[in-house]
């Protein structure tokens, strides 16, 4: 069922094809809505769907409101903040202690704030609980959904997403304060992390499915609130009214979730209402953005989060299980395996720079966290921003972890002679496939001596010692120093640009290990 015709089929009888009997269903925001009727025909399916909802009391009125209607509904609930990140934890291991596993995640709910308004993390609310929430919550689920035979997770978008404006600087804080804004941009990041998400589960070889979706135009309790600003009113009240003529039940609305949970859908598709404008009527597959398909964006988003939430995904991180794929991973496995022990884990080396200053380059490990978080403390916002793209500085164990990658090779510069051991400038090469992701943070009092030149030749050196076919370089078109610190390396350099930010791929080799 995987043609246009055969999904709107699909959607037409969408009751026979909820075949979901004794699966698990998680859903949040499910006390009202969109929501709740996906959590309704799920119940009357026979699926036992967990209810994930803010507010206790309204979560267990839905739970009757069900059970009213189906007796023999198994519902379970659980209290779930998603703009706590300590909630979100503790709602994911009360899940995992009563369900060995998980068929269906259905990250569902959604807020529009006001203007100012942070999660309890700090964060933008609308990119807190819209997009941080849910990829923290399927992070932490992620055990048990693979526990279950081929695991869907849905993640519900919206059609604002296509007026979203794609700029990385503004996660998790945007520069403007615009509450629509700030919910057509989560809706946005909503759908990079579904595609990226598609994308490490094809890569891991898992069976699992990530589909996005969106319900069109729904009269649910989304524009409810009564906004304090007279100019938000007045952008609520028309909306409402555009509601009231384009707008579908709840019920119907639903519609693009339960096809995304239960029908033959590939991962990695968009479902949605078919008609006016993409408002109402057939479920059927949707073309998004060309934002939301920006693949250099998503990985940024996806690392960024990661940063920000402390939940990695961990079990996708292994290569796929393809014949060839995995023949090219053992090779550069060894050439990695080769270079690092033959040359890159050597005495520390002494690096005279133009001015005459000395400097100790080596490779670093966890043990240096402590020295690398005094390093980052003592470089200005500007140069964090610079380096993490606009995020913050990265946790301690985020921070171990990008020291002592699995495969890749970090290298710090320590101050020789006026500050002994203290590193002033960190290079960084993280494996992705083939090519090796590289990041660079210079003490801004050790900036244009040289000192970032240096360490990008050395990783160029072991990136193609160890085989890899490209490096990429991610940075904002703003910073003309790590421009022309790339440009200096005299390399055959591929430019692309993507909004504020610049990626710069730097071909090597044919893939095959060489050696020094």
Not at 227 to 241: E, N, T
Not at 319 to 332: F, I, L, T, Y
Request: with cysteine; hydrophobic share 45%; aromatic share 4%.
């Amino acid at each position: 069922m995987r043609s246009r015709a055969a999904l709107r089929a699909a959607s037409r009888g969408l009751r026979s094809q909820l075949d979901v009997r004794g699966k698990v269903a998680v859903i949040t925001g499910a006390n009202s809505g969109i929501g709740f009727q996906a959590a309704r025909q799920l119940a009357a399916a026979g699926a036992t769907v967990v209810l994930a909802c803010r507010h206790p009391g309204r979560m267990a009125e839905a739970a009757r409101a069900i059970r009213s209607k189906h007796p023999d509904a198994i519902i379970d609930e659980v209290a779930i903040d998603l703009g706590s990140l300590r909630s979100v934890r503790a709602a994911a291991s009360a899940i995992a202690n009563r369900h060995p596993h998980v068929n269906i995640l259905i990250n569902n709910a959604g807020m529009i704030g006001e203007p100012g308004w942070r999660t309890l993390d700090g964060f933008e609310t609308c990119f807190g609980v819209n997009h941080l929430g849910h990829f923290a919550l399927t992070g932490l689920l992620l055990d048990r959904l693979l526990a279950a035979p081929e695991a869907r997770i849905v993640t519900v978008s919206s059609t604002a997403h296509r007026v979203a404006h794609l700029n990385p600087q503004d996660w998790p804080n945007p520069r403007v304060n615009d509450i629509y804004r700030a919910y057509a941009a989560s809706k946005l990041a909503n759908l990079l992390f579904a595609y990226h998400l598609h994308r490490q589960i094809t890569a891991a070889g898992v069976v699992m499915r990530s589909i996005a979706c969106h319900p069109g135009w729904v009269a649910t309790q989304l524009l409810s609130s009564k906004p304090r600003s007279a100019r938000r009113r007045a952008g609520v009240a028309a909306l409402r009214a555009i509601g009231a003529i384009v707008g579908q039940e709840p019920e119907d609305g639903a519609r693009p979730l339960l096809l995304a949970a239960a029908a033959d859908v590939p991962s990695g598709t968009y479902l949605g209402p078919t008609r006016w404008w993409r408002t109402r009527g057939p479920v059927g597959l949707e073309q998004s953005s060309a934002d939301s398909q920006n693949a250099s964006a998503a990985r940024l988003l996806w690392d960024l989060s990661g940063e920000l939430s402390g939940v990695e995904f961990a079990q996708l991180a292994a290569p796929a299980v393809a014949g060839h794929a995995v023949q090219q991973a053992e090779v550069r496995n060894l050439g990695e395996l080769w270079a690092a022990s033959n040359y890159w884990t050597t005495e520390p080396v002494s690096l005279i720079l133009p001015d005459g200053a000395e400097l100790t380059v080596r490779s670093a490990t966890a043990d240096d966290t402590a020295a690398v978080e005094q390093l980052h403390q003592r470089c200005s916002s500007r140069s964090r921003q610079q380096r993490y793209l606009g995020g913050s500085t990265p946790a301690p164990g985020r921070l171990r972890r990008l020291l002592d990658p699995p495969r890749g090779l970090t290298l710090l510069a320590t101050a020789a002679r006026a500050e002994p051991g203290q590193p002033v400038a960190m290079a960084n090469l993280v494996a992705e496939g083939d090519e090796g992701e590289v990041g660079l943070l210079v003490r801004d009092d050790w900036q244009r001596r040289g000192v970032g030149t240096e360490l990008l030749r050395r990783l160029l050196q072991y990136a193609e010692d160890a085989g890899y076919r490209a490096l990429v370089i991610h940075t904002e078109a703003q910073n003309t120093p790590m421009l022309r610190t790339v440009a200096r390396l005299n390399r055959s350099i591929t430019i692309g640009r993507d909004g504020s930010i610049v990626r710069m791929i730097l071909p090597l080799t044919d893939g095959t290990p060489r050696g020094r």
